[in-house]
């Protein structure tokens, strides 16, 4: 059985995949979505990650991720057995940022209607509004756990500056805290969370769930030209990867992967689990196939030699 990791301060056992719910609606109709979700779960998988706006850009409003999410909970019978994380905060055609308590208390109550549960184990601040006082969104969510609605908190898109007032202020008035974070962070994006989030990281003692682990699908070594774009309908998002440190990185992870005889993409997800406060990378599955590779990647254990190589390439 796969193993499983407790996220910091808190009860919350996940395994280290971290499903990427962006597709359910999206690049994966209903159907579809069931059958990842039924061999994710097979797999020994039980970490969902999801986002109350999720798929905005296909329907202009989302929700249909939670959606799906909840009716496949309620006919497999299996909420007790899976840890849910939802998000609030980011923007539809309908509504800018909003982390104000207003937002907050409605939109927990329709993801909660949405995933036909009566309690989130995770929710994030999924984008900062950048203007409403830290204090309020914190007191939203400090009544929304007090009610049962929610377990723990996180953060996703939030500044280094406003993370750290944030702990402040729930020092100060007894909020809750966040107990992870969901940066942007993979083998071809390291600077940004290595020297302004990791520190804080380190601070707080929190769990991280990296999101775009595999750089829009870039790390699969899938993409090598431009012509290699209309392979799959995110192709375009790892275009600004080819350039002289993309194609180090690829280079690298073809090495290592041919070692280990795996795949490129397990290799960049090991890469990731192997660095220091890393829970579980979020990557999505749209075939039996690509749900192996992330499962393969929690059972490759790379040396230092490989480590090393990786670490070159892609600083």
């Not at 999101?211 to 209309?230: I, M, N, P, V």
């Not at 309908?233 to 992870?253: C, D, H, I, P, T």
């Amino acid at each position: 059985m796969m193993k499983k990791v407790k996220i910091n301060h808190t009860d919350l056992e996940i395994t280290r995949i971290n499903l990427g719910g962006n597709v359910f609606g999206w690049t994966l109709d209903e159907n579809e979505s069931f059958e990842i979700l039924d061999q994710f779960v097979a797999q020994g998988g039980n970490f969902i990650d999801t986002a109350d706006t999720y798929p905005w850009w296909i329907n202009g409003t989302g929700g249909l991720s939670e959606t799906i999410i909840g009716k496949w909970m309620r006919s497999r019978g299996n909420r007790k057995n899976m840890v849910i994380a939802t998000k609030v905060g980011s923007h539809t055609k309908e509504h800018d940022y909003d982390i104000g308590k207003k937002h907050i208390l409605r939109s927990v109550d329709e993801s909660l209607q949405r995933l036909q549960t009566d309690y989130i184990d995770l929710y994030y601040t999924h984008f900062d509004d950048g203007k409403t006082p830290v204090e309020e969104t914190l007191s939203a969510y400090d009544e929304i756990i007090k009610a049962g609605k929610v377990r723990y908190i996180a953060a996703s898109n939030v500044s280094p500056e406003r993370l750290v007032t944030s702990f402040d202020a729930a020092e100060k008035n007894s909020f809750p805290k966040y107990v992870a974070l969901q940066p942007l962070y993979n083998l071809v994006e390291r600077p940004k969370y290595e020297t302004e989030y990791a520190p804080l990281v380190e601070k707080y003692n929190l769990s991280v769930f990296p999101y775009y682990s595999l750089a829009a699908g870039f790390l699969t070594g899938k993409y090598r030209s431009e012509a290699d774009f209309g392979k799959s309908v995110r192709g375009a998002g790892a275009k600004q990867y080819l350039n002289e440190k993309g194609f180090s990185v690829l280079e690298a992870l073809d090495k290592v992967s041919a070692k280990h005889n795996t795949s490129q993409a397990a290799v960049a997800l090991a890469w990731l689990l192997a660095q220091p406060h890393i829970g579980a990378p979020i990557a999505s599955a749209t075939s039996q196939n690509q749900l192996e590779t992330l499962f393969a990647a929690t059972r490759l254990i790379l040396n230092k030699e490989d480590l090393t190589l990786l670490d070159k390439a892609s600083r």
